[in-house]
């Protein structure tokens, strides 16, 4: 059944989002916007996917440290594409040409 490389990227892909969006696993290019007394500061750490579905942290802990918003940059983007995406298509794509060598 995983023989077939759409399958293989699909279930593969389905897992990787799973554990990147259930799990705080801090991997992806992010950044805090943090309000304090004297103004907003940008704050760049490495965050996880979870927190965009709400999972992997704590509401209260975000407002006892004053961040206002976080949000993933430009390479956290690109990060989290190959992970899910770019990853199971080069296996997918491997696992067609091997096939087709067969062949």
Known sequence: ????????????AFVLACLFFLLPINVFDGGLIV???FGEYLDERPISLS???GMGYDS???IENN?????LTT???VMA???ILGFPALLAYRMHLKSTKKD
């Open 1 to 12: 059944m995983l023989r077939k490389p759409i399958v293989l990227f699909s279930v593969l």
């Open 35 to 37: 309000e304090d007394g």
């Open 51 to 53: 927190y965009f579905i």
């Open 60 to 62: 209260q802990d975000l």
């Open 67 to 71: 961040v206002k918003d976080f949000y």
């Open 75 to 77: 390479k956290g983007v």
């Open 81 to 83: 594409f190959v992970f």
